[in-house]
């Protein structure tokens, strides 16, 4: 009975009960004289309820530390040194387990970052800089590396300025609705960037800007903690080893080494597809449009004589009308899928499809597509089974493959070049492919690796558009080597042969207007958050040669 009341209180109180009766039960069958059978049972009952109760206080100690221990494992919300703390110990000063954010502002995608004198103020997103705060169950931000909190800091020009203090002296910072608030005298603030000028908050702040406690705005006021591993593992690019000169002295100078030319596989190593429909997948982000995604399927269909398989990813929320669902229906090889939001964005919806991708290659097109025997899809698959390229893309209208590197300006600001139509007359041509060059970009009509994609993370998810050159500045850094060929031509039509687009139904949802004015009121934004994730303050475009700015 002993051993068994070292586990939980219920077996152990079912041990000394059932120890209790076996005890009597022995005594009656002896026939020992009935006073003394009392008296022994009356003893035994108290040992043994004691020893319960002593062991029952014991257990229901371990009971409540173990949860304690499993929870800060898991969540890493609590340390060993909380646990400590709970048993009387004094805690200690050490938060390497602990998780630790950045703190991005996320109308541009610009950082809270740490000056030189401890004031919060505005920075890159730089993976190299100590930017990471320890956001605890008290609602307060610490920096680690210095041991001190986020709190007001004393500066004669803002009194609500941000900055680290003694953790005694930290000000509270509730994350509610996408802001960190501050509640003082009934009012609420909001930790924002403020304007060069005067103090109030802008959605874009300059570097080095004062971040201070604001009146909440909506658009200036809104942060994401980005989950340091997390941040680290997508900013993988900025992290590559570079020698600063006076030409590029920044992070991601480091991507600017171009992979070596594209070679031929040895024989042993090619495996040939045979059957395009057994070895590609066509990925689609459009946004209600599926009309056009129609049109492209019908076109790839005539082209190939064959039907390969479609994920098309569409915006949300809701389905399409009886009539274009029917229509979707007629294509079962189109695995069309709407998501939940209104909004979902070109980025997020390709990641999503290449996820779903299952054959070793897939060719990523715009809903507004159609393809053509001139655009090579055969010939694409072929370069890819017997070359060592990660990603082979063809031509629209206009020539937009060509080279890009940062670098700095005259004036030493960090800059991305980008030389359109320089892949041509640098000529590194494929043998075998006349009229095929290795380059850095191409348009978005390409047949690519799975697996190189997303080993480069695929798109960045932040970007709704202006997505594309970060994708090609990604497989650059990883040293995947990109192809394009001039005479892979694919065409490009918004308006629509074949299609139409009638009454309320084109009013409701397939106004294609509607979209490109959706693109147009946000192109800024996402234009400096694509600057923003690479640290640089301008893309700049012109022909190979011309004098930098």
Partial sequence: AVVSTQSTGDNSILCITSSIYAFHVLLMETKVDIRYIKMMIVGTTVIMLSLYSFLIDKDQTSFTALPIGRAAR????????????NSGEEPTEDFSEKMKYRIQFTFEGRCVGISDENALEVSFCNPNVKQAFVYDKNSTLMFPEAGLCVGLKIDPSYETALGLVDCEKAIQLDLVNGTLAHTVNNSILCMSPLNASE????????????????????????????????????????????????????????????????????PEEIERCTDISDCVTVVVKTARRPLLVLRLAQSIQRTLNKNISMIVIDDGPYLHPPDIMA???????????????????????????????????????????IVSKKSKITTMLEMLDITDASLVGGKFEHDFAGFMEFAN?????????????????????????????????????????????????????????????????????????????????????????GIELTGETKQRIYDIGAYRKLRRRRQHRMYELFLNHWNVMKLIEHEKGDEDN
């Fill in 74 to 85: 898991d969540t890493d919300a609590d340390t060993d040194d909380d646990i400590r703390y």
């Fill in 199 to 266: 103090p109030t908050p802008t959605r874009s702040p300059k570097l080095g800007a004062t971040v201070s406690l604001t009146p909440c705005d909506e658009r200036a006021s809104a942060v994401e903690l980005l989950e340091e591993r997390s941040f680290l593992k997508d900013r993988e690019a900025l992290l590559l080893p570079y020698t600063p000169s006076r030409k590029c002295d920044f992070p991601a100078c480091g991507a600017n080494n171009r992979p070596p030319k594209v070679e031929f596989l040895p």
């Fill in 327 to 369: 229509k979707i229906a007629q294509f079962p090889h189109i695995n069309y899928i709407i998501g939940d939001q209104e909004d979902l964005g070109i980025s997020e919806g390709r990641n999503m499809g290449v996820r779903l991708v299952k054959t070793k290659y897939f060719l990523s097109f715009d809903d507004d597509l």
């Fill in 409 to 497: 300006t005259r004036k030493g600001a960090p800059v991305l070049m980008y030389y359109p139509g320089s892949c041509t007359v640098e000529s590194q041509e494929l043998v075998s492919y006349p009229g095929c060059y290795r380059c850095d970009l191409t348009a978005n009509g390409f047949m690519a690796r799975t697996r190189d994609i997303l080993d480069v993370g695929g798109w960045s998810k932040e970007l709704k558009i202006k997505e594309h050159k970060d994708l090609f500045l990604r497989l650059k850094a990883a040293g995947k080597k990109v192809v394009y060929c001039e005479k892979f031509h694919i065409e490009n039509e918004s308006l629509g042969k």
